[in-house]
């Protein structure tokens, strides 16, 4: 059997952080895309990270391009070409210049892979992954917006350290955009089963969403020069493997929602069903008076966000 086809579009951190997991996890080919004015730099990472191939002991062709014609038929494709945040600049900041990029990006993928699923992380990501998928024309189920993932995983991974246990036993939920408003469910976030709040105090609990909501904030602060792309990159493959192995994951993810919880035609974040066809199911969680208000607030913003789009 052939190897599930991977492409990656835009070749810098996230990109190129993504097609080193995705190697290292064996998930298969790899191409990495980048413009023509960055000729060589897809190619010189693809090589690189090729050669560490009999070190890690993974079988995986990985190509850089600064054409599409190589990405002809992939079964998935990650979208990461953008600019990136700087600090001060909010993710809406990216906008107007990034829907340009994810316009064009689209246009040639929708031409050379027409069956795949397109996993988009480009910021400001509700907005982006609207953009993907109106231009690539491709059933809502297959254009799915990474922000959930990562969102989560940071989540956990506060709830962990502070309670000094393993992260594989931290299990939580957000909701919403990708955004500052993002709603974390406290009450559906367990740590081996126990609920958080049976662990931790609520003005515990509370900081951490806090530090959550800034989660991206904090490391294009620490950074400067860049925004996160590790933990981004190691989401959308975890998205990318959970469609490949056809896994059935349930993972809170940017998945279009119309009538599903009063969305009204938006992506926003919400649990959804990922597997070999994309988004196989949109989950509904009951949510408290107070958690649908949050919610409502900020698939708000991913409207007001959408209307500023011009495509
Ligand atoms: N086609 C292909 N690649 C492009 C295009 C395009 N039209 N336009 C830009 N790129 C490439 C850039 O040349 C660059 O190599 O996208 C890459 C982006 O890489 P970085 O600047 O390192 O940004 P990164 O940290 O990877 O973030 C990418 O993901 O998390 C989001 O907010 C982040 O929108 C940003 C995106």
């Known amino acids: 059997?052939?190897?599930?086809?991977?492409?990656?579009?835009?070749?810098?951190?996230?990109?190129?952080?993504?097609?080193?997991?995705?190697?290292a996890k064996e998930l298969g080919d790899v191409v990495l895309v980048d413009i023509p004015q960055l000729d060589g730099v897809p190619q010189g990472k693809s090589l690189d990270l090729s050669q560490a191939g009999p070190i890690e002991g993974f079988d995986a062709s990985i190509i850089g391009a600064t054409a599409y014609e190589p990405t002809v038929g992939s079964n998935v494709v990650i979208i990461t070409a953008g600019l990136?945040?700087?600090?001060?600049?909010?993710?809406?900041?990216?906008?107007?210049?990034?829907?340009?990029?994810?316009?064009?990006?689209?246009?040639?993928?929708?031409?050379?892979?027409?069956?795949?699923?397109?996993?988009?992380?480009?910021?400001?990501?509700?907005?982006?992954?609207?953009?993907?998928?109106?231009?690539?024309?491709?059933?809502?189920?297959?254009?799915i917006g990474m922000a959930?993932?990562?969102?989560?995983?940071?989540?956990?991974?506060?709830?962990?350290?502070e309670l000094g246990v393993s992260v594989q036993d931290v299990q939580a939920l957000l909701l919403g955009g990708h955004g500052d408003d993002m709603v974390p469910l406290p009450r559906y976030t367990s740590v081996g089963g126990i609920p958080l709040p049976e662990l931790m105090p609520l003005e515990r609990i509370e900081a951490i969403v806090k530090r959550t909501r800034g989660g991206g904030a904090?490391?294009?602060?620490?950074?400067?020069?860049?925004?996160?792309?590790?933990?981004?990159?190691?989401?959308?493959?975890?998205?990318?493997?959970?469609?490949?192995?056809?896994?059935?994951?349930?993972?809170?993810?940017?998945?279009?929602?119309?009538?599903?919880?009063?969305?009204?035609?938006?992506?926003?974040g919400v649990p959804v069903k990922i597997g070999g066809g994309?988004?196989?199911?949109?989950?509904?969680v009951k949510l408290t008076d107070r958690e649908k208000q949050l919610f409502d607030a900020s698939v708000q913003h991913v409207r007001d966000l959408i209307k500023s789009v011009k495509i």
Not at 148 to 161: E, H, N, S
């Open 148 to 161: 959930g993932v990562l969102d989560t995983a940071r989540y956990r991974y506060f709830i962990a350290a």
């Open 218 to 268: 904090e490391i294009v602060n620490l950074l400067k020069t860049g925004s996160a792309y590790y933990a981004p990159s190691a989401a959308v493959v975890q998205m990318a493997e959970a469609i490949i192995r056809d896994k059935k994951r349930v993972l809170p993810c940017a998945a279009y929602c119309d009538k599903e919880y009063g969305v009204g035609g938006y992506f926003v």
């Open 84 to 143: 990136a945040r700087k600090p001060g600049m909010s993710r809406d900041d990216l906008l107007m210049k990034n829907t340009e990029i994810v316009q064009a990006v689209t246009r040639q993928i929708a031409k050379l892979s027409p069956q795949a699923v397109l996993l988009v992380v480009s910021n400001p990501l509700d907005a982006m992954v609207y953009v993907a998928h109106k231009v690539s024309g491709f059933p809502a189920r297959r254009v």
């Open 278 to 284: 994309g988004v196989e199911q949109i989950i509904k």
């Open 1 to 23: 059997m052939a190897r599930a086809k991977i492409s990656i579009i835009g070749a810098g951190n996230v990109g190129a952080t993504a097609a080193h997991w995705a190697a």
